[in-house]
């Protein structure tokens, strides 16, 4: 859920397999900068006969004309996207879903990998024709930008396994910790909020980590240079899993906005129409559940169950009880998203602390 304020970011990868070389990988990752990322292609083959010749008529002229669809995305950010072993190819849940998306409107794909904070003004700027970067659909952001949505995500608290620590909130649990989180993403609000909230009550101040890559958030985990890691729950789930067992989330949560959608920026707003039936069209066709299947991300199982209270917002989004996306939606309008900043606690895990 990249969820955030109005221009940002999240991300993971694969980590702790020797702390400087993931750290160099960061480095070189970043490199890319708002390049088109060399070798990029699609990790998965589409299944046959994706093309829809009805959904491309939709696709806007300009876009048509050009016979390419333009994504900027912001890796690394597993497994929504991220570079392969070389270093240089964009993998992952996000990348997939772009190349079937071009694939049903018949548009070679090319994807730039940027920086989080620099897609929306690049969207706006024409240097992009769409977004692809686990964008939650925030009200703010709905200013600038439309959604076109395609899974449902939440936040998660990575921490050291056997550490003690629980945590699932933002409240009386995290004072006194110290708080490694990726640069612009929303959740710094939330840690901030949260700072606000404990010293109101005499309680030990939230001491946030604000750090630019996620890779290197979650090495100031595993260093022992702070308590916990805030980042999207398909980051730290992947991060756990990638830890051989160093790592886990002790709790997640889910917001009014933890709907994640491509960002179409309003200029064009008419291309909306094509991306939500391309979409809708992988669903139908069960691409999309094997694309999600692959990655773990937009399944069942994938965020959990969705719980009574918190059906009432994600059914109008297209989310079945599952949890995963039955039905790609479009959002325009801030009107369309709770302005509630409550958040909706999982249980703690047993055994992670």
């Known amino acids: 859920m990249r969820e955030s304020t109005i221009d940002t970011k999240r991300t993971l990868r694969g980590l702790l397999v020797a702390l400087s070389a993931v750290a160099a990988l960061a480095v070189a990752a970043c490199g890319e900068d708002d390049k088109s990322a060399a070798g990029a292609k699609p990790a998965g083959t589409p299944t046959a006969g994706l093309e829809d010749q009805a959904i491309a008529k939709l696709v806007p002229e300009e876009i048509k004309r050009r016979g390419e669809l333009i994504i900027a995305t912001n890796a690394p950010y597993a ?61 703010e952001r709905l200013a600038v930008v439309d959604f076109v949505s395609y899974y449902l995500t939440g936040g998660g608290f990575l921490v050291k396994k056997g550490s003690g620590i629980e945590v699932n909130d933002f409240k009386e649990k995290m004072c006194g910790l110290r708080v490694a989180v990726q640069k612009g993403v929303s959740q710094v609000e939330r840690i901030k909020k949260a700072d606000e909230y404990c010293r109101s009550r005499g309680k030990e101040p939230v001491e946030k980590l604000e750090i630019p890559d996620q890779n290197v958030v979650v090495l100031t985990l595993t260093s022992d240079r702070a308590d916990v890691v805030v980042a999207d729950k398909p980051q730290v789930e992947y991060a756990s899993k990638q830890s051989d067992g160093k790592l886990c989330v002790t709790g997640a949560y889910r917001t009014a906005h933890s709907i994640t959608g491509i960002a179409v920026p309003k200029r064009l707003s008419e291309f909306d129409p094509a991306l939500q039936k391309a979409v809708n069209k992988l669903i139908e066709s069960g691409e999309y559940q094997r694309i999600a299947k692959k990655w773990g991300v937009g399944v069942k199982g994938a965020v959990g169950e969705v719980a009574k209270d918190y059906a009432k917002i994600a059914e109008p989004w297209g989310v079945g009880p599952d949890g995963s996306v039955k039905e790609s939606k479009v959002f325009t309008d801030a009107k369309q998203i709770d302005p509630s900043e409550d958040i909706f606690p999982q249980p703690i895990k047993e055994g992670c602390a």
């Open 79 to 139: 497994p929504l996207e991220y570079f392969d072993e070389d270093n240089k190819t964009l993998i992952g849940f996000d990348i997939d879903i772009g190349y079937a998306v071009g694939k049903v409107l018949g548009l070679k794909t090319t994807f730039k990998n940027t920086s989080f904070d620099s897609i929306i003004p690049g969207l706006k700027a024409g240097r992009y024709d769409i977004g692809i970067a686990g964008f939650s659909a925030e009200r």
